[in-house]
């Protein structure tokens, strides 16, 4: 099978996940390449990162050419597909770049700030011809999908009621400060709140209606409360916050009510509780998102995968809800018919 060739582009915080997510992609043997990896800052190259989802020493790079300037990065090795793992106010403009120099693109997410640049850089796949996924990765996440599938197969009874939790101290470790600055980050809302905004999506569909309430004090949209209404009845929840302490350590997890079982997540282990029977946890493969997410967009690439899970058009709604969202919190939480 002909193989995927990649470039890496930004190596800050979430790239070191990706640099492991392509080792692991080596020991499975997929057909994914990682050649170089680019940052403006060259000290990136040597240096560990401590990020909420936890720290990481310096990397050892030698098996990779390294670049400074991604135009040239590009023009030099001549890419298949693109990684962005920028700041996400440089999304929109190196996703259309990079598509316009002849790459396919895997950018982070959020897809961008705005529903504007979304359609803008879908236009350009268009235009272009390239695939564009956006790294929603908690959509191959095993204890996510783990409703999903419980979702589909029906064996829990019908859903009544989801609470969803994501929450962090103000992140410290980015290039310039860019996380506490709203206008290039969208806060938390649009930065890790949208893990879960993206997850009732997909998840439950589009809801009828949906409001917020938000807080901020060290930036705007740094404390979020979300409802999704959904026209059977069903009631989710979400709350993300980026003003935990900083002693705290980065927590996700969820309580969903089916009718015949409640199941809990608390970010490590999926437990369920039966109306009848003994709880138990659910066995669940180990998580590996990141490689998973990856390999989708490199065997789509190769002709070889339909899977759109992670396509720009997806993306770009879970981006339009959080717009959403902002509008109810814009006017004290009032409900906004979708
Ligand atoms: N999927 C997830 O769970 C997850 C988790 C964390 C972050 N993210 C997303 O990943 C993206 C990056 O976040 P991060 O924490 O790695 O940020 P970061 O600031 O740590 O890293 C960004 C890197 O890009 C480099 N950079 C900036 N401008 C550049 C340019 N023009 N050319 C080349 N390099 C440039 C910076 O020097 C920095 O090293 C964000 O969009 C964020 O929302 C996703």
Known sequence: MKRVKVCLLGFGGIARSHLKAYHKLTERNAPVDLVAICDIDPS??????????????AESLEAYHLYTDAEEMIRNEQPDVVDICL??????EYAIKMMKMGCNVLSEKPMALSSAQCAEMISVAKETGKYLMVGQCLRF??????????????SFGPIHYAHFDRLSAL????FEQWFRDSERSGGCILDMHIHDVDMVRYLFGEPKSVSAVTTGYECQWQVVN???????????????SWDEARSSKFYAG????????????????????PNDGEEYVADLPKSTRMADEIECLALTVLGV??????SATEAAKTVALVEKLRESAAHNGTPIRI
């Not at 209404?229 to 009631?235: A, D, I, P, S, V």
């Not at 995968?305 to 992670?310: K, L, P, Y």
């Open 226 to 240: 979300s409802r999704f209404e959904y026209e059977n009845g069903t009631l989710i929840v979400a709350d993300g």
């Open 171 to 174: 992140p410290l470790w980015g």
């Open 305 to 310: 995968s339909t899977d759109q899970r992670i």
């Open 44 to 57: 990136q190259f040597t240096k560990g990162v401590s990020m909420n989802l936890g720290g990481s020493g």
């Open 87 to 92: 700041p996400s106010f440089l999304h929109c």
């Open 141 to 154: 996440e095993p204890a996510y999908n783990f409703l999903k599938d419980r979702l589909s197969d029906g």
């Open 254 to 273: 969820y309580r969903v009510r089916f009718a015949d079982a409640e199941v809990f997540y608390d970010d490590s282990t999926v437990t369920v509780r």
